[in-house]
């Protein structure tokens, strides 16, 4: 399995912006399509946005659209979500995921996971 390692999480203002970034090793990042996903307490974890093998296609969840965008640049094996006009309920701890074989929203088709970031948006 590849290993997942995010950064780039911390506490900002509402109507701020963060980038985070996945940094995947132990196999061939190209391989893999990317999500991210984000938990709060008590909660199921939501998706949050994908992108395939390539970088061609990536889809969001609605709460975020307009406002996040991921990308991903395969020579330095690494996806990100940037996240603007953040809003205090984008507050969660943020992970990264790969899957090899499946593009799609669900959880299920993810491999590995990364151990999570905390984002923290003020009111």
């Known amino acids: 399995q590849v290993q997942l390692v995010e950064s780039g999480g911390g506490l900002v203002q509402a109507g701020g912006s963060l980038r985070l970034s996945c940094l995947a090793s132990?196999?061939?990042?190209?391989?893999?399509?990317m999500g991210w996903f984000r938990q709060t307490p008590g909660k199921e974890r939501e998706f949050v946005a994908n992108?395939?093998?390539?970088?061609?296609?990536?889809s969001y969840a609605h709460s975020v659209e307009g406002r996040f965008t991921t990308s991903r640049d395969n020579a330095k094996s690494t996806a990100y979500l940037q996240m603007n006009s953040l809003k205090p309920e984008d507050t969660a701890i943020y992970y990264c995921?790969?899957?090899?074989?499946?593009?799609?929203?669900?959880?299920?088709?993810?491999?590995?996971w990364g151990q999570g970031t905390q984002v923290t948006v003020s009111a």
């Open positions: 995921a790969a899957s090899r074989v499946r593009f799609g929203p669900s959880a299920d088709y993810f491999d590995s």
């Open positions: 132990g196999r061939t990042f190209s391989d893999y399509a």
């Open positions: 992108i395939d093998w390539t970088g061609g296609t990536t």
